[in-house]
């Protein structure tokens, strides 16, 4: 069956750390990729979309994924953690030929002072 | 502005109660869908609606009902039939097509007593 996994429900972070959120797909056809955040008590919000133009992409915030087939993976990055990206992050797949989105577990994201 | 609004933010019934739950768009988008959120979850797509007058059953459409009369409105009743249903709901739109760039709304958070 097709799923999309998200390791870790939690992830910390000291302030002006990386940040590495991990998401990996099931499927020999490559699906429409998404990340999206939700901060405490919202909606969720479009972070950034792979639609199979470039492999690398950049989202709001400083954030970008990179597309790498041969791991299945579109793993969320930002280069220095700010306490404002505190929230859950959840990635998403639209599978060829779907109409809807599926999405991942999500992660919390903490930033440590 | 335009977006999307629900409401109440929380909602309290008693078990055995129906309760609608209000999602109204001012997007003039026309697909809208209900999405059901737990934790350690993420979040499961309920019904959606490509169009006026027509709707399709999610993942986890069970014990819930929809519809949709006019474009801006997509309200969801949860049924007594539903088993387990307190929960965060979210409800989200986007345009025809474009799956992909959902709008979410705040959500309501429901819980039966």
């Known amino acids: 069956a097709q799923s999309v996994t998200q390791l870790g429900s939690h992830v910390s972070v000291s302030e002006g750390a990386l940040v590495l959120l991990r998401c990996n797909y099931s499927s020999s056809v490559p699906p429409y990729l998404f990340w999206y955040v939700q901060y405490p008590n919202q909606g969720l919000q479009l972070l950034l979309k792979?639609?199979?133009?470039?492999?690398l992409v950049k989202g709001i915030n400083g954030f970008e994924a990179e597309f790498k087939k041969s791991e299945t993976s579109f793993h969320l990055t930002k280069p220095s953690a700010h306490m404002s990206d505190a929230a859950e992050y959840f990635c998403a797949v639209r599978w060829a030929g779907a109409n809807n989105l599926f999405f991942g577990t999500g992660t919390r994201l903490t930033v440590i002072p | 502005d335009g977006g999307i609004t629900q409401s109440p933010k929380y909602l309290f019934r008693k078990e055995g109660q129906n309760v609608t739950l209000s999602c109204e768009q001012n997007l003039n988008h026309d697909a809208m869908y209900w999405y059901r959120q737990d934790p350690g979850q993420g979040l499961r797509l309920i019904y959606y609606?490509?169009?006026?007058?027509?709707?399709q059953k999610g993942d986890i459409a069970e014990g819930y009902s929809v519809s949709r009369e006019k474009k801006e409105s997509f309200p969801l009743t949860v049924t007594s039939a539903q088993k387990n249903p307190t929960a965060f709901y979210l409800c989200?739109?986007?345009?025809?097509?474009?799956?992909?760039?959902?709008?979410f709304g705040p959500g309501t958070r429901l819980t039966v007593l």
């Open positions: 792979y639609t199979s133009a470039a492999t």
């Open positions: 609606s490509q169009i006026v007058n027509d709707f």
């Open positions: 989200a739109s986007s345009r025809r097509g474009h799956t992909d760039t959902q709008y």
